[in-house]
């Protein structure tokens, strides 16, 4: 079993834009684009514990921003458990996580982020 503990440097650029372009994109009150980034940001970040449950962390602040107890009650179980299932290498590849899918269906990985992965592998 492969142990999943810090984020590769080369990944780390691209995983603090997401965040940064969410966190622009909320100040500016595009709600939609800030959640597409921060979806992008967990798709990179969510092999890393600390990084995944950053997210979801930033992921449940939006929640509670829109007001949205679908959001809200979806990201809590999602903030505990998943730092820990990307430490023992048991995550849902491509999930985006939000409360809106399914916490462990795979998905496609956008094109664009499956090369930064690769290139980073």
Do not use: C
């Not at 992008?40 to 949205?68: C, D, N, T």
């Amino acid at each position: 079993m492969k142990f999943n503990t810090i984020m590769p440097k080369e990944l780390v650029s691209f995983y603090q834009n997401e965040l940064q372009l969410a966190a622009e994109n909320l100040k500016l009150n595009d709600l939609q684009i800030a959640w597409h980034h921060l979806e992008r940001a967990h798709i990179i970040g969510q092999k890393y514990p600390y990084e995944h449950s950053f997210v979801h962390w930033k992921m449940l602040q939006f929640g509670i921003k829109i007001k949205s107890t679908k959001e809200i009650v979806g990201q809590i179980p999602r903030l505990l458990v998943g730092g820990v299932k990307s430490f023992v290498g048991h995550i849902p590849v491509g999930n985006t996580g939000g409360a809106n899918v399914p916490p462990l269906k795979t998905m496609e990985i956008p094109e664009d982020i499956q090369e930064i992965l690769k290139l980073n592998a």
